[in-house]
């Protein structure tokens, strides 16, 4: 645990985690623009809290003390939450006994200060069918490898946190 709590105290952690979820969010629109698989809007809310995942790191590499780890870790948790919840809802979509009654929004909710599919609708524009699951890899569509690694995050997340009181290094006499 005094690994992960010393790692976690430097800007290579957060990069990391900045990074990961960047490269997550490039593919997404690699997926969209270039192989032509059009983004539902369960797919815009993971794709939302990916950017969240993006922000976090980004406030841990700015400035890394205690306050901003602590803030990095908030809005981490509540983005991989978010996350995770938005993939489950897609898969029931997905999995649906009546596809008729699976709910599944026409637009993106942003708030109505901040319509981000109205701003910028080449990335958070929902065009596509929330039950369309063409991509498969390993037998797993996308919105269930977007629950395995918001999974992935939420572990790594409490891990991280609990080395925060675990990992310090004591001066025992």
Same mark, same amino acid.
């Given at each position: 645990m005094q690994w992960i709590y010393q790692f976690s105290q430097s800007r290579v952690s957060w990069f990391i985690l900045a990074f990961s979820a960047f490269a997550l969010f490039i593919s997404a629109l690699y997926f %969209? @623009?270039?192989? #032509? +698989?059009?983004?539902? !809007?369960?797919?815009? #809310? %993971?794709?939302?809290?990916?950017?969240?995942?993006?922000? $976090? *790191?980004? &406030? *841990?590499?700015?400035?890394?003390?205690?306050?901003?780890?602590? $803030? *990095? +870790? $908030?809005?981490?948790?509540?983005?991989?939450?978010?996350?995770?919840?938005? $993939?489950?809802? @897609? &898969? #029931? !979509?997905i999995y649906a006994s009546n596809p008729l009654f699976a709910p599944c929004d026409i637009a993106p909710s942003f708030p109505s200060f901040m319509p981000l599919h109205e701003w910028l609708p080449a990335v958070f524009g929902a065009t596509g069918e929330c039950n369309d699951n063409r991509w498969q890899f390993m037998d797993l569509g996308m919105a269930e490898w977007l629950q395995i690694i918001f999974i992935a995050y939420l572990v790594v997340l409490v891990i991280v946190v609990l080395a925060q009181f675990f990992g310090k290094k004591t001066n025992a006499q």
């Open positions: %969209q @623009h270039v192989l #032509d +698989f059009a983004p539902c !809007v369960k797919c815009i #809310d %993971q794709r939302t809290a990916v950017i969240g995942i993006f922000l $976090a *790191g980004v &406030i *841990g590499l700015l400035s890394n003390n205690a306050i901003t780890r602590w $803030a *990095g +870790f $908030a809005v981490w948790g509540y983005s991989a939450y978010s996350g995770l919840m938005s $993939a489950n809802a @897609h &898969i #029931d !979509v």
